[in-house]
């Protein structure tokens, strides 16, 4: 393993070891509690422009495998991690976590106190840092890091979001089969407009026994509005995605048009705080995020535990033309809202829990059901 060092914006400078791809990386430093699943995270598009610290200390032990990439690609720039474990040991498996993180020109950095990492987050909340193999001066990482765009400063949708319209076909995984079942006929079509759709969330989506297609997210909202009409689709769904919603004024303009008209609309995430966005409530940026696959959330009478991935939130004045439907027991932050007067609802959570618990899915059913 070589050396690598990093500094945060805070003035923290620590140096560990490399595990992973080669080079210098800037980003936005998060923790995630979630205790499996590190390969559906670092696949996660969500991720683009952050460092995930992992609380777990034990990472690496059950390798990488096809079938539980959320993407096509790792997105995140980098991980940190306490103990990287190289030697692997899973019957699906077929390689290595830091093969596919220098696959993926991302930094794997390890034999670090994450402990440490994850209660500075804590206190003083999410913060940009820079990781390299390359430097390891404190003083010309620091200029490097000042002079380098902040996360909200990218639109990292442009990046993430797929390039050509494409049909998904795949449902949800099969434990019987060790494969994901595959698409049904169905004559209820829904467009997915992707801001950095994760596989799993297309697999439900099937799996509720929707025909789903899969659109850029530079869509324009008077053809899917023609589509409808002309009954070709029956809703839209706004997907989760990096960065900061704000910077997205082009999509919020689309948005603001779909949602004048009465097509069944469903949202995750940031998709989630567009639609917020869209009705005129901006979102606004939580201290450390909520990362992880234990969180309450309060839903329909009974509490629902929950996988999280966000940084940003609705505004509680949302309440002025929307039902809140879903609340997070930790913060008491919103986390879904049903629209008034309208065939449009979303979460702030993730119900396709990849990874995560699956006590949310039925959300995606509830979908179907508004889909003519």
């Known amino acids: ?78 991980v940190l991690v306490r103990n990287y474990q190289k030697e692997y040991s899973n019957y699906r498996s077929n390689k290595a976590l830091h093969e596919l993180l220098e696959e993926n020109n991302t930094l794997g950095i390890c034999d670090i106190d994450t402990r440490y990492l994850t209660k500075m987050l804590r206190d003083e909340g999410a913060m940009m840092m820079i990781a390299s193999t390359e430097i390891s001066n404190k003083d010309e990482l620091k200029a490097k890091l000042e002079l380098s765009p902040r996360i909200e400063d990218i639109n990292y949708i442009e990046q993430v979001s797929t390039k050509e319209t494409y049909v998904h076909k795949s449902g949800a995984w099969n434990q019987e089969t060790q494969s994901y079942n595959k698409a049904i006929m169905s004559d209820k079509k829904v467009v997915v407009i992707d801001f950095g759709v994760k596989r799993n969330i297309l697999n439900e989506l099937v799996e509720s026994g929707l025909e789903v297609e899969v659109i850029p997210s530079n869509f324009d909202a008077d053809t899917l509005i023609n589509r409808f009409n002309n009954g070709e689709i029956g809703g839209v769904f706004l997907s989760n995605g990096p960065g900061d919603p704000l910077t997205l004024t082009k999509e919020k303009e689309q948005v603001q048009k779909l949602i004048k008209t009465n097509i069944p609309m469903f949202a995750i995430c940031l998709g989630h705080q567009m639609l917020s966005i869209a009705h005129g409530f901006d979102t606004f940026k939580l201290k450390f995020g909520q990362h992880g696959g234990n969180h309450p959330v309060a839903a329909n009478g009974v509490v629902e535990i929950t996988a999280q991935n966000h940084n940003y939130n609705v505004p509680d004045e949302i309440i002025q033309i929307a039902e809140i439907t879903h609340q997070n027991l930790f913060d008491n932050t919103i986390e879904g809202v049903k629209y008034n007067d309208k065939n449009i609802f979303s979460v702030q959570h993730h119900p396709e829990a990849s990874p995560g618990p699956h006590e949310s899915k039925y959300i995606f059913d509830e979908f179907a059901k508004t889909i003519k």
């Open 1 to 78: 393993m070589n050396k690598i060092y990093i500094y945060l914006e805070n003035g923290t400078f620590l140096e560990a070891n490399s595990f992973g791809a080669s080079g210098t990386a800037v980003g936005e430093i998060v923790f995630n509690t979630s205790m499996t699943g590190y390969q559906e995270i670092i696949t996660d598009p969500s991720y683009a422009g952050q460092f995930v610290t992992f609380t777990t200390p034990e990472i690496g032990n059950v390798g990488v495998n096809d079938d539980d990439m959320e993407s096509t690609k790792a997105h995140c720039k980098g």
